[in-house]
């Protein structure tokens, strides 16, 4: 998870688990399900982020169980370019949470905002490519389509390291069995098919990565 930028400032709040406490310092990220914490594991003092359920959604919910949906994919899961799991629980209030490897620096979308004309030079865009590519050829040789690709869901570190981030909407390439929610996605960045609500294969998250990267090179999106 990304802390290169600042959402918000708050007082420090604290979760734990049997063995761990976390304390959360600052919100860094907030999305559609989950809100993300910069924090401090205690008494290590290591900086993780914190991926934290919303309250405002039920954990047993369609929208809950796609919480614990990312939570398994990404334990299962060990690559360079994916941010890893350290650990996971419920809160007091019974809100489940991730512990994650904290990315310092900015998404792909924020760094192109900064970049002269908000286009990246052809070397940087194509090793941001690259590492992304492995991200993803890494999850679909695993049977998973991630269906949300976006600029906002790459993470750019300060020491150069690219990881693709948010597996909230991943999915396992052989589960045909209807959400009940209707189309899911990014609609900027979904592929035709993601659009119409058709059964997706590997390819969809291709066509995705395909907009990020023409988008890195010309600063235009495809509308």
């Known amino acids: 998870m990304s802390a290169g930028a600042r959402t918000s400032e708050t007082p420090a709040i604290t979760i734990a688990s049997p063995t761990r406490t976390w304390r959360l310092t600052e919100k860094i990220g907030e999305g559609t399900l989950s809100e993300v914490w910069r924090a401090a594991q205690e008494p290590l003092g290591r900086s993780v982020a914190v991926k934290l359920l919303k309250s405002s959604v039920a954990p047993g919910s369609q929208l809950g169980q796609r919480f614990d949906r990312e939570a398994a994919l990404l334990a299962s899961m060990t690559h360079q370019n994916i941010p890893q799991v350290h650990d996971a629980g419920v809160t007091a209030e019974g809100r489940p ?14 760094l192109v905002k900064r970049a002269p004309g908000e286009r990246l030079p052809c070397d940087v865009a194509a090793v941001i490519a690259l590492k992304v590519a492995r991200a993803l050829e890494y999850v679909h040789l695993r049977g998973v389509i991630h269906r949300d690709c976006k600029p906002a869901n790459v993470l750019v570190s300060r020491r150069g390291e690219v990881k693709l981030a948010d597996f909230g909407l991943a999915r396992d390439a052989s589960d045909v069995a209807p959400e009940g929610v209707g189309v899911v996605g990014t609609p900027a960045y979904m592929s035709p098919e993601q659009v119409l609500g058709d059964r997706l294969d590997f390819r969809s998250d291709l066509f995705s990565f395909g907009i990020v990267f023409y988008e890195m090179l010309t600063a235009r999106g495809t509308a």
Request: no cysteine; aromatic share 8%; charged share 15%.
């Open 97 to 110: 949470f991730l512990v994650m490897e904290l990315v310092d620096g900015l998404s792909l979308a924020a």
